[in-house]
């Protein structure tokens, strides 16, 4: 009998571990009704209003983030998030997605896999150079976490002309272009 118990144990140990590992949630930042604002790192970290939240992955296609009392409900379809929240007493809408890293996105940008920047961050430093440059084409080119700031670089316009951005917290404390203009 005790032979039998333990081969049922072992067998339902290796099914545990044997089952697929869930994905992480994608990299986003995104804006909801009641000025509820969600936003997720690289490492599967994710933030309500500033406040750190819990992920749960249902599928490769779904995800819920808990926190400050809302439930976000993030779903990939064809490439992009539906983002959705529920909150107390049947509040719900829908997000509006601001900062979204896709794999095409992502497939140019030198930054490390887990910068350690999170999404709040470089969402505020698009904002920053989109706001200084007066060009909505932006994007994030490299991010370096630090104690101080995080510098997150920014690519403008087609060319991708380089901006610095120093940021803790989703407050940027100065942006900068890169580019020697002496030398224009």
């Known amino acids: 009998m005790k032979l039998f118990v333990l081969a049922v144990l072992a067998s339902s140990t290796v099914i545990a571990t044997a089952a697929p590992a869930l994905a ?35 599928n490769a296609n779904y995800f819920e983030v808990r926190g400050a009392g809302v439930t976000i409900s993030v779903a ?9 929240y529920t909150g107390a007493h049947g509040a719900n809408g829908v997000c509006q997605v601001t900062e979204q890293e896709t794999l095409e996105s992502a497939a ?20 920053a150079v989109k706001k200084k440059t007066n060009n909505p084409k ?16 920014i690519g403008v316009g087609p060319e991708r002309a380089p901006w610095r951005c120093l940021v803790k917290r989703g407050v940027v404390a100065d942006v900068m272009s890169q580019t020697n203009e002496g030398g224009l």
Do not use: H, Q, W
């Open 24 to 58: 992480k949630v994608p990299p986003f930042a995104a804006k909801c009704p009641m000025d509820i604002v969600v936003e997720t790192d690289r490492a599967g970290r994710a933030y309500v209003s500033g406040k750190k939240a819990s992920v749960r992955s249902k």
């Open 76 to 84: 990939r379809d064809a490439g992009s998030l539906i983002v959705t």
């Open 108 to 127: 140019p940008a030198p930054a490390r896999a887990d910068d350690g920047v999170p999404a709040r961050d470089k969402g505020a430093c698009l904002r």
């Open 138 to 153: 932006v994007t994030v080119v490299d991010a370096i976490s630090s104690e101080a700031n995080n510098t997150v670089t």
